[in-house]
């Protein structure tokens, strides 16, 4: 292909995260760069074609950046030469029928997670991907977070000495939708839409585990409503089916064992929305969305529990911040970056269909621990592709 421009159906580009993060801040921010540099020292530029079912939506967001392209025909998209790439960020319920589509017409695929509603029909995407040769990849965007790169460069350079476990907290408040307006849509609430907080976030905590500390072995989790009625868009009351919270303890391969916090009913009284601990025999860290604290063995203090006399020491007095050494873009942008030049010049992208089928292995393994109330072991989806 050379240094052709590589065409990108974008489906879903009306909604937040298509809009915000997967165009502007990507593709139209790479536009802007020039394309992406490739290793030869060449550099590919991107065309957009957005794709949609609400042409007047459509046509605004073209107009206003200067897009060329867009259609509410998505099947003539796929049978349109000029376009190699499909990228989803349609509803989850959506997904699996339009990347079928999309790997029968030949094209690689870059989607959204969860790439499925259920681990099989995941499975099924990443068989059909391989027996189509077609190249395919899965948002992984929580690992080139400033925070989690931080950590990452801890665990590579030996700090923690033996890491015995990580303990994350996430969430926030979501209004109901009454009084104040709710920040997120109201499909999110809704099971029957493929809402819930579980099927969302826990293919996001697998990837993370997994890239920094090792397989997830095995769940046990609770999920629950918290708030069974919410306002929709038009201020209509409804029944909110899904999960919005979910509390999870994940055994990793290596003896590490993490618990995960998720909720959107929940106040924040941390420094940002995600923060995760980790402990190890020579360090611990806490790290979050762009900020990552320490604390060696040698600096760490020598409570002793009084419950009889206040406690003057500032414990948090005691950590060091990780500084902000290296340059750091918007991660998604950064993982475009690496799945064109996976597509153009076949650099390596580990973050495929098979990684995306592990992330909803674990979000039914939740969701099926916390209906039974027991631990529910991990099978590797990996070899379940490979034996099928």
């Known amino acids: 292909m050379g240094t052709a421009p590589l065409g990108i159906v974008m489906n879903g580009v009306t909604g937040r995260m298509g809009y915000r993060q997967h165009l502007l801040r990507s593709i139209l921010a790479i536009r802007e760069q020039g394309g992406v540099l490739l290793s030869t020292g060449e550099r590919v530029q991107v065309r957009p074609l957005l794709v949609g079912r609400r042409a007047a939506a459509l046509q605004e967001i073209a107009e206003r950046h200067g897009i060329e392209d867009w259609t509410t025909d998505l099947d003539a998209a796929l049978a349109d030469d000029r376009w190699q790439v499909y990228a989803d960020f349609q509803v989850t319920s959506a997904r699996v029928a339009a990347i079928r589509r ?3 017409a030949g094209k690689d695929v ?15 995407l990443a068989e059909l991907a391989a027996a189509a040769g077609v190249r ?3 948002v992984h965007d929580k690992l080139f977070l400033p925070g989690l790169l931080k950590l ?3 665990l590579d350079s030996g700090f923690f000495g033996q890491v015995l476990s990580v303990r994350g907290e996430f969430g926030y408040w979501v209004f109901e939708g009454g009084w104040q307006p709710a920040q997120r849509p109201s499909w999110n609430y809704r099971a029957e839409d493929g809402g819930g907080i579980v099927v969302d976030m826990f293919p996001h905590w697998n990837y993370v585990l997994e ?3 090792g397989r997830v072995e095995s769940v046990y989790a609770k999920a629950t409503t918290h708030i069974t009625s919410r306002v929709d868009e038009r201020g209509e009351p409804y029944a909110a ?9 994940f055994e990793l391969e290596g003896g590490v064992v993490a618990q995960i916090n998720s909720s959107w009913a929940v106040r924040v009284d941390r420094g940002e929305l995600v923060e995760f ?3 190890g025999t020579h360090g611990s860290a806490v790290a979050g969305l762009f900020g990552c604290r320490i604390q060696p063995r040698n600096a760490t203090p020598k409570p002793v529990w009084n419950p009889d006399v206040p406690d003057s020491r500032d414990y948090r007095a005691g950590w060091l911040e990780v500084p902000d050494n290296d340059p750091v873009e918007n991660g998604f942008k950064v993982q475009w970056e690496q799945f064109v030049r996976h597509v153009v010049e076949d650099a390596p992208h580990p973050y495929d269909f098979a990684s995306g089928a592990r992330g909803v292995r674990l979000a039914e393994a939740g969701l099926e621990s916390s209906r039974t109330g027991r631990r529910v072991s991990i ?3 990996d070899a379940e592709v490979a034996t099928r």
């Open 136 to 138: 395919n990849g899965v």
């Open 152 to 154: 990452k460069r801890l």
């Open 211 to 213: 890239d920094l500390f």
């Open 277 to 279: 601990q980790v402990d």
């Open 379 to 381: 099978q590797d989806s």
């Open 102 to 104: 999309a790997i029968a």
């Open 241 to 249: 089916t899904a999960d919005d919270a979910a509390y999870g303890i």
């Open 110 to 124: 870059y989607t959204e997670k969860p790439t499925a509603e259920t681990h099989a029909e995941a499975v099924e």
